[in-house]
């Protein structure tokens, strides 16, 4: 696994697994629109397509998550990485 800590209330967890690779975007409330905007289509540039159409699970906790101090509440977004983000 490896974390990407470097946009302001957002992660990015890129996970090589046995059966296939995954992508998960961590999403709090402590993100800016103005600067999430632009790194989910980063994202989407790196792993070759539209991040909506790489989707595959959607969740939200109503509490801070543990890499992202000072949040309240935030979303995973999981999504295939079927064109195998080399890292």
């Not at 696994?1 to 690779?21: E, H, I, K």
């Not at 909506?52 to 906790?61: C, P, V």
């Amino acid at each position: 696994m490896r974390a990407d800590y470097d946009t302001v209330g957002v992660l990015v967890l890129y996970t090589r697994g046995v059966v296939g690779d995954w992508v998960d975007l961590v999403i709090s409330d402590l993100s800016l629109d103005s600067i999430t905007g632009p790194r989910i289509l980063a994202l989407g540039r790196e792993l070759g397509a539209r991040v909506s159409d790489l989707e595959i699970a959607r969740k939200k906790f109503n509490r801070g998550h543990a890499e992202i101090p000072g949040s309240s509440e935030f979303t995973i977004v999981r999504l295939s990485n079927l064109g195998g983000i080399t890292y």
